[in-house]
């Protein structure tokens, strides 16, 4: 059952918790996070205050000796790691702490960054600590210092490689991150073999870690190398375009926190969990909005397999005058907590999510089913990635069918669907992809490819039609379809001929831009618009009455796989996940979502043969509930 918590820094100090260490605030703390039904807490043993070595320099800044604190490094096991055995045994009565009150722990192991502020040792501030052998030695000191003492305190759910490391330092080629995450993974593992290794990284892409690969810090090697993969969604984050435009209490936003999850697990191949999500700033959103925005989340995350989901954070730090809680506004006013200990909307919010799970009549969700792969390619930057797979996720949800991600220069892994959204560049697709794809379509399967500014080879054979001529658009193109006008931003327009393929939308003048073409036994669409990269930046695209219905694109396309679902939405805010029960063929378990504002009875559209086993309740807004279908063969809905 996915674990709900929180990240912690202690209500008094903040990030100074360890310098300022009060061990009655964090009892008080822990006991309050405990009656909110937090159950895992995710916790950060500064690097600074955990190994304050100091560089003591002769002639010509030569380093004669290390200290620690302004005393020569103890003859201890651990003083030869510079490790202060003070701050370990702080350390423990947090554990024992979390123990007495059932929270289990996660140890952000190497906290060198926090809040968008460096906590190095001052020995080794100056150095680059991704790449720098003697600061990676010395982060392996600590790391096994640390695993080897306290590993037997009960309450360690698992091991962090730390806290976003990918931001301490730059990493100039992918092997640069590659060893630095290998090397803290296996001092981990070194010393304790059995508890798993999560990533703790953010901002991960894709990759295939060449030399001279623009992205250095790639997904595969995060799953390569550890146990968990970690995703830190943040609505209105600065660095995703789609994160950046609707409301905190809208179906875009409510989804974030299981795409970004679903897209490090899936593409992976680990576990995934939302460990960081948070609203920035009351600025950006008040308590009620926050409130129904986690809870949202809170289900669309449970519903897709997150194996824990964390808010930022526990308490409020807006008391606090030092860094980094001077410095950004954004870390000031994120807890369950005021300063006065008041409590928020969003920690009933978690208190009721969590007497949801403790009431469902199972112990484990099971996994939910998968109809179609959605393939990101090539040639695209994060935001690309991040808009087109985000989008066609929710396009794909709002046709009551779910996608799996993964990356194009991976074994293509077997569907009846496959989706390439917004496909860019000459290389966007190598041929052995291409090839692997057209033999799916050869042998029954369905292919959908949109097109930003990307090339195909072959062309004409597959999509049954030829390009005339290629020149940039001036305009926004206007799309017939389905009895409405469509706009699409794009590039480039594409003057189609057909030969034998059927047209299923036009531009005003004719020109086709949507098509179906028969490719062995079976079917291959083309969109030569980058619909998906359009609706990521398009305020309201999923949920406003006013907007067209851009789901109707992902709907020509996908009848196939959504005619073999049990369960069918008939409205776009209401969103469903089927979990076939592994101990009965006959039971399936399925989590319907309200992520929009209003209460609603669900229009539901029951397959042929199963039934709910109780009447489909009402769904309250920003909700859930879980409806068990079961066989009865001869009854239709």
């Known amino acids: 059952m996915m674990k709900i918590g929180c990240n912690y820094w202690a209500s008094h100090a903040g990030t100074r918790m360890w310098e300022l260490w009060d061990e009655d605030v964090v ?122 003492e306290l590993k037997d305190c009960a309450a360690i759910r698992c091991w962090e490689l730390g806290n976003e490391c990918n931001c301490m330092g730059t990493a100039e080629d992918p092997s640069v991150a590659w060893n630095w995450t290998n090397a803290i993974a296996s001092a981990i593992r070194l010393e304790d073999p059995e508890r798993p290794v999560a990533s703790g990284m953010h901002g991960l892409m894709p990759g295939e870690d060449l030399p001279g690969d623009r992205n250095c810090w790639s997904i595969q090697t995060q799953g390569e190398l550890c146990d968990l993969m970690t995703a830190h969604p943040y609505p209105h984050s600065p660095s995703k375009l789609a994160a950046r435009v609707d409301p905190h209490n809208s179906i875009r936003t409510a989804f974030q926190a299981a795409v970004e999850m679903l897209f490090y697990s899936d593409i992976g191949r680990r576990p995934g969990a939302v460990e960081e999500i948070g609203t920035f700033s009351p600025s950006y959103c008040a308590e009620k909005e926050k409130a ?137 697709l190598y041929k052995s992809c291409f090839d692997a794809l057209l033999e799916k379509v050869k ?33 926004p193109a206007r799309v017939l379809f389905g009895g409405e006008v469509f706009e699409l931003e794009s590039p480039f327009r594409l003057s189609l001929r057909n030969i034998n393929a059927e047209i299923l939308a036009a531009e005003e003048d004719g020109n086709p831009v949507f098509l179906r073409s028969r490719f062995g036994k079976g079917e291959a669409y083309l969109l030569t618009l980058p619909l998906e990269r359009d609706l990521a930046g398009r305020p309201g695209a999923f949920h ?73 309740p009402e769904l309250a807004p920003f909700s859930g509930e879980v409806i068990q279908l079961i066989k009865a063969m001869g009854q239709s809905f």
């Not at 937090?38 to 190994?51: A, E, K, S």
């Not at 906290?111 to 680059?128: D, I, Q, V, Y």
């Not at 991600?405 to 991976?410: A, G, P, R, S």
């Not at 776009?572 to 992520?595: I, K, M, R």
Request: with cysteine.
């Open 27 to 148: 009892r008080g703390d822990f006991k309050q996070l405990a009656e909110l039904g937090c159950g895992l807490v995710r916790v950060f043993p500064n690097w600074r205050d955990f190994q304050p070595i100091e560089a003591v320099a002769g002639f010509r800044g030569s380093v004669r000796s290390l200290q620690m604190r302004g005393h020569a490094l103890p003859d201890t096991p651990c003083g030869h790691a510079g490790v202060d055995e003070e701050m370990l045994r702080r350390f423990r009565r947090l554990a024992e702490i979390a123990e007495e009150n059932r929270i289990e722990l996660v140890v952000a192991l190497v906290t060198g960054w926090m809040s968008g502020c460096l906590f190095l040792p001052p020995a080794l501030e100056k150095l680059n600590p991704l790449s720098d052998p003697l600061s990676i030695k010395w982060q392996v000191l600590f790391v096994r210092c640390f695993v080897r």
């Open 292 to 428: 129904e925005f986690i809870r949202n989340s809170l289900y669309n995350a449970w519903a897709h397999g997150a194996e824990y989901f964390l808010w930022w954070c526990a308490f409020d730090q807006s008391g606090l005058p030092f860094p980094p809680y001077e410095w950004s506004a954004w870390e000031r006013e994120l807890g369950f907590f005021t300063p006065s200990m008041q409590e928020k909307p969003v920690a009933e919010t978690f208190r009721e999510f969590r007497k949801f799970l403790d009431g469902l009549p199972f112990g484990e969700l099971p996994p939910f089913r998968r109809d179609a792969v959605c393939l990101l390619t090539r040639e695209q930057d994060f935001d690309q990635f991040m808009s087109n797979g985000w989008s066609a996720f929710l396009l794909a949800k709002q046709n009551g069918f779910d996608i799996r991600f993964q990356y194009c220069m991976d074994s293509l892994e077997d569907a009846e669907l496959y989706i390439v959204p917004g496909l860019r560049g000459a290389g966007g």
């Open 443 to 475: 042998n029954g399967a369905t292919l959908y490819i949109s097109l930003d500014d990307g090339a195909l080879a072959p062309f004409e054979s597959v999509f049954g039609v030829e390009v005339g001529g290629r020149e940039a658009r001036t305009a």
């Open 544 to 616: 406003k009455e006013q907007e067209p219905s851009w789901r109707g694109f992902y709907r020509e396309f996908s009848r196939s796989v959504t005619a073999k679902r049990l369960l069918r939405s008939a409205s776009p805010l209401v969103t469903l996940t089927e979990h076939p029960d592994p101990g009965s063929p006959d039971v399936c378990w399925c989590v319907a979502v309200n992520n929009g504002p209003s209460p609603v009875r669900p229009e539901l559209r029951l397959a042929s043969g199963w039934r709910p086993a109780e009447p489909v």
